[in-house]
């Protein structure tokens, strides 16, 4: 499985708030009770760390009309070894 970063962007106001929360809550999806949002410190945008197969089955646990704005961004560590190989190949 991978690990994918999903981002949520909405409109910065009241309503806007209520109405991505509703839309999470009538989808019945996890992603509500999961996320982290950032609402409160006026960041509205919601994220959530995933592990599926693919940025598509990422992109998909969000509801339908809030796909095209969501951003999906696939994770990965970095071990010594590859850090060495990014520093020897990118700073000759």
Do not use: Y
């Not at 690990?3 to 962007?9: G, K, N, Q, S, W």
């Not at 009538?26 to 410190?41: I, N, Q, V, Y």
């Not at 995933?50 to 990965?76: M, Q, Y």
């Amino acid at each position: 499985m991978a690990r994918f970063l999903i981002e949520v962007t909405h409109e910065n106001e009241p309503i806007a708030c209520i109405r991505v929360a509703e839309a999470f809550q009538r989808s019945g999806s996890h992603f509500l009770t999961r996320a982290d949002w950032g609402c409160e410190d006026g960041e509205h945008k919601a994220w959530m760390i995933v592990e599926v197969g693919t940025k598509e089955e990422a992109r998909n646990i969000v509801p339908s009309e809030f796909r095209k704005e969501t951003r999906v961004v696939a994770l990965h560590p970095f071990t010594l070894q590859q850090t060495a190989e990014l520093r020897r190949v990118h700073l000759k």
